[in-house]
């Protein structure tokens, strides 16, 4: 999930630069430092800012607390210094509560700490402080890879979760360099900007910087002559072959950008990075991707593909702002969900059997959620607390525009579809710097009618989607399937908690059969967003009772229903498929 993931009000990038604007200039370097192990110990982080106008007091710096249920390093910071003309600049730190803004498909703003200048500032200003590699807060639960890891004799993290950077969105002339001279030998190093040291073409804003990923380490590459603008790093060693699934995915996003008709296939950079938790699930940054593997899903190359489809198109799409954040999820995630597997279809790049594995799952995991008619209002505020509600924006929200592609086709007799909404919404996005509901109710009033308002307005009280027999197309119909309810047995909001206490045990579930009682510490994070989708995967709690450790397995399902499926027509051929 996509996740996510940093307002970034464009669908690929940030808002230009007025022309009277003079934006500062940012000298950005990165130290990676090896410890007496031959990794990677420390990194030091050195910023100089050319313009910065502030008065003592105000904010100087800010860092997030929280990303996205992601700890950031503020709390774990060391030798945070800043100067001037005028030598040391005092400061002081002070934690606040900011209001929600909108991230792509994510959101920033919440608890944050801020560093304030103890007086007035001469000249540019240097920014300097070193992350402990090791000395990061544990997992909280759910939640997309920004985290600063050391995984894989390596680091990288998201620009979200240690970049130390002035409020507000200020533009920026900048230069990254990672100073590998301290490194440990075999170094290299990745951001979302390139290979190395960069110096980016286009200025560069805050959200850019804060929405890219860095990376250092012994890094696998590919291409190893770092040529193309297309580029994958590796931190750790993957279980499958990296040249395949690259070469997949350079393809995939050449396809992507004709789609949506960019004259240049822009740069592109996808991490790989090791999750011993949670492995298989991916965030989109700014042109870049970010994916674990590991076990199970996390060494699927299958499924791994199918992340990197659903991620990337995220660089390319339209987003609503307005609602902010996880509000507008329905429509970020719900797209992608969709075109995740829709335009590698068309493009060869996946299978029709493929293509319905992936749509009866989402259907499956949908259709059997007790949470299926959950209004929207509620995702932001049990977004992390309940996978059941977590996975809303990407099931509903895809079935959703399956319904409304269908309309579209039926009104214009076959010559516009959902394609032409979304190019529009990124045509609006692009010309005004933001989109609301109201922009995409005007679409479909335009495109179908004014019912079609008031099937949105239905979809967002939590009104379940359904599908026309014909809507996927003439290789695939309808059918009904009986399939068992995700039931963790307990409580579920326990396993988003910073600790896992069990309670809320239902008497006769799998989960006490299992032998799992209240009291109980689940001792490892457990991802569960997959396990939904999959009637057959047990769900596995590493338990602490007492002075005893020990792990339970057990099939996380409760009562049968009826659910909406689809079966492949046979003798329609694969060319006929595509919608």
Request: hydrophobic content about 40%.
């Amino acid at each position: 999930m996509s996740c996510l993931r940093i307002l970034l009000l464009l669908g690929l990038g940030g808002l230009a630069t007025p022309a009277a604007a003079r934006p500062a200039a940012l000298d950005l370097t990165l130290r990676p430092i090896a410890n007496a192990d031959g990794g990677i110990g420390f990194l030091e982080v050195t910023g100089r800012f050319s313009d910065l106008a502030t008065s003592g007091g105000a904010p100087l710096f800010r860092l997030p607390l929280i990303v996205s249920n992601v700890d950031s390093v503020a709390t774990v910071l060391t030798s945070v210094s800043a100067t001037d003309s005028l030598g040391d600049i005092p400061l002081q730190t002070r934690d606040i509560d900011l209001p929600i803004a909108a991230a792509r498909d994510a959101e920033t703003g919440g608890p944050s700490r801020e560093w304030l200048a103890g007086r007035d500032l001469r000249g540019a200003v240097t920014l300097r402080y070193t992350v402990p590699a090791r000395a990061v807060l544990p997992p909280r639960g759910p939640a997309p890879p920004f985290s600063f890891s050391d995984d894989g004799k390596g680091v990288s993290a998201a620009g979200q979760v240690f970049l130390l950077l002035p409020p507000g969105d200020h533009q920026y002339d900048m230069r990254l360099a990672w100073d590998l001279g301290s490194a440990p030998s075999g170094t290299r190093a990745v951001s979302s900007f390139g290979a190395g040291s960069v110096r980016p073409r286009r200025q560069v804003s805050g959200a850019d910087l804060r929405a890219s990923f860095y990376m250092a380490g012994p890094l696998q590459l590919w291409p190893a002559d770092l040529a193309s603008g297309f580029l994958v790093a590796a931190q750790g060693s993957p279980d499958f072959d990296v040249g395949v699934l690259a070469g997949w995915a350079k393809s995939l996003h050449a396809s992507y950008s004709g789609f949506f008709g960019q004259r240049r296939v822009p740069d592109y950079v996808v991490f790989l990075r090791d999750n011993p938790i949670n492995a298989g699930g991916g965030v989109g940054l700014n042109n870049s991707f970010v994916l674990t593997f590991g076990k199970g899903n996390g060494a699927d190359i299958d499924k791994l593909k199918l992340t990197l489809a659903h991620e990337m198109f995220h660089t390319f799409q339209p987003y609503i702002t307005e609602p902010a954040g996880l509000a507008s999820s329905w429509f970020g995630e719900g797209l992608a969900s969709l075109y995740e597997a829709r335009l590698p279809l068309r493009s060869g790049h996946l299978g029709p059997d493929d293509f319905l594995a992936n749509i009866n799952s989402a259907a499956g995991r949908y259709y059997t959620s007790i949470m299926a008619t959950v209004p929207n209002a509620q995702v932001p505020l049990r977004f992390w607390a309940d996978t059941r509600i977590r996975t809303l924006p990407y099931d509903r929200g895809m079935l959703y525009f399956v319904t409304v592609d269908h309309a579209v086709r039926q009104n214009s007799g076959g010559k516009r579809s959902l394609d032409d909404l979304v190019l529009a919404m990124l045509a609006r996005q692009r010309l005004n710097g933001r989109t609301s509901n109201a922009d995409w109710e005007s679409l479909l009033e335009q495109e179908v009618g004014p019912d079609a308002v008031t099937a949105f307005r239905a979809f967002l009280e939590g009104e379940m989607p359904i599908p026309a027999p014909d809507a996927l197309g003439p290789c695939f119909r309808p059918a009904k399937a009986r399939l068992r309810r995700y039931e963790t047995g307990f409580e579920p909001a326990v396993l988003a908690e910073p600790r896992r206490i069990v309670r809320g045990v239902i008497p006769g579930s799998n989960a006490f059969a299992a032998g799992l009682r209240d009291g109980d510490e689940i001792v490892d994070p457990v991802p569960q967003d997959s396990i939904q989708g999959d009637q057959l995967r047990l769900l596995t709690l590493k338990l602490r009772r007492g002075e005893r450790v020990f792990e339970i397995s057990y099939l996380p399902r409760g009562e049968a229903v009826d659910v909406l499926q689809w079966d492949r027509v046979a003798g329609v051929p694969d060319r006929s498929c595509a919608l």
